[in-house]
C-alpha cells in the first residue's frame, strides 16, 4: 500500500534501566537496535498517574491473552493480528529491559461464544492482559466480560463503539465504525463531487451497519446523493444480483461497501459479469481481498478503501516490520497485523508509564493502565502521535488508497 493521510482527516522500547519513560516510536527501536527515547519527559520507574496501585518502576514478564480468528472465514484477520503481535513481543523481549511479555492466542472463529470460551481459558492459564477480541461480533460479547471482571483489554481491530462503550477497561487500536463512516462520506464529497452513490452493506452486522449508518448521515451532511441502498445478510451473501441490478439501475457510478472482503469478492465478480463497472469504494474490511485464495486481483483493479496501514510506505518503522513479517510468514502484512503489532508496542508504554510490574493481580494491573492509557502517546504502524480517550477510543483517522496492478497506492 501506498500512504496518504486525508486532508484534514488523519491522524491525529524504551527499556526501564537508563532510558526515559515516555513516548516511544514501536517498530523503531528495532529498527536500530536501540530502543529509542521517550518524549514525555518521564524518568525511568516513575509513575505519572498517581494511583496508588502500581510499585513505581514497571517490569517483569506480563502474560498476554491473544483472541481472534485462527481458523475459519475471518482467519486472515485473527492470523495477522497475532502474528504482528507476536513480533513485537519477540521485538520487545530481545532488548532485555525490565518489561518482558508472554503471549498465548486462542481461536474465537469470529464467534462471540467461542470467545468468550477463549477468554475464560486465558484466565485460567494465567493472562494478566487481553489483545482481542480482532473482531466486532466477538469483541463485544468479550469486552463485556473483561469489564465485569476488571481485565485490562485493548482490541486491535474490533472497530465497533459497542466493544468499548460504557466500559472504561476496555481500549481500541484501530479506528472506529463511525470514523470510518465520516471519512468516506467526506473523502468522497471531496475527491468525487457530483456522484450517485449506492450503498450495499450487511445488516445482521454490527461493523457494517455502524459504518453505514455514520456514512448515511454525514453523506446527507455533505449533499451526497445516494440513490440505493441494498442489504444481505450472512446467509445470503453469495448472490448480490438483485442488489447490484438495483444500484446499476438507480445510476449509481460510486458503490459503497462497509464490508468484509469475503463478500466484496462476489460483488466485485458479479458486477464484472453484469458489466456494470462503478468506483468501488470499501472500509478497512476490505484489506486482506488481494491475498484471499481463488480471487482474480485484476477484478480489484481501481478498488478505493481507507485503511490505516500502507505496507508500501518508505519509512524505516514500517519498512522494518514488512521485511520481518515476510521473512517469518511469506506474504506481505495487512492492517491487521500492523494492528496487532501497536497493541503490544501500547501496552508496552502504558506498562512503563503506569509503572506496573508482573506480580501485581490483573485488577490492579488494570485499574492502573485505565489510568495512563489517556495520558501516553504512541507513534505506531497505524498512527502517528496516537492518543485515547477514556472512553477508549483512539484518536486518528483513516487514509484512502487505491489497488492498482495488485498493490496499494495513493489515488
Known sequence: MKKKNLVAMLMAGAMCLGLLAGCTSPGGAPASGEP????????????????????????GTFKLGGIGPLTGENAIYGKAAMNGAQIAVDEINALGGA???????????????LGLNAYHKLLDDGAQIIVGSVTSGSGIAVSAETYKDRVFTLTPSGSSVDVISGKDNVFQVCFTDPNQGTGSADYIAENLSGAKVAVIYRNDDAYSQGIRDTFVAEAGAKGISIVYQGTFTKDTQTDFSVQLAGAQNAGADVLFLP?????????????????YAPTFFGVDGMDGILGMDGFD??????????????????????????????????????????????????????????????????????????????????????????????TGEVSKAPMAVVIKDGVYVTP
Not at 99 to 113: G, M, S, T, V
Not at 266 to 272: C, G, Y
Request: hydrophobic share 35%.
Open 36 to 59: 529509542s527515547q521517550g518524549t514525555q519527559g518521564s524518568q525511568p520507574g516513575q509513575n505519572d498517574n498517581q494511583g496508588g496501585q502500581t510499585t513505581g518502576t514497571a517490569g
Open 259 to 275: 464490508i468484509y472482503y469475503q463478500p466484496a469478492s462476489v460483488i466485485l465478480a458479479q458486477a464484472a459479469a453484469m458489466n
Open 297 to 390: 486481483t485484476k477484478l480489484a483493479e481501481g478498488v478505493m478503501l481507507l485503511t490505516p496501514f500502507s505496507a508500501d510506505a518508505e519509512d524505516e518503522r514500517t519498512q522494518g516490520f514488512v521485511k520481518k513479517y515476510k521473512e517469518l510468514h511469506g506474504e506481505i502484512p495487512n492492517q491487521f497485523a500492523a494492528d496487532g503489532y501497536d497493541a503490544v508496542y501500547v501496552i508496552y508504554e502504558a506498562i512503563q508509564a503506569a509503572g506496573c510490574t508482573a506480580d501485581m493481580s490483573a485488577a490492579d494491573i488494570c485499574e492502573a493502565l485505565v489510568k495512563s492509557m489517556t495520558a501516553i502517546s504512541v507513534d505506531g504502524l497505524t498512527g502517528q502521535g496516537m492518543t485515547w480517550q477514556p
Open 99 to 113: 518489561i518482558r511479555f508472554e503471549l498465548q492466542a486462542e481461536d474465537d472463529q469470529a464467534d462471540p461464544e
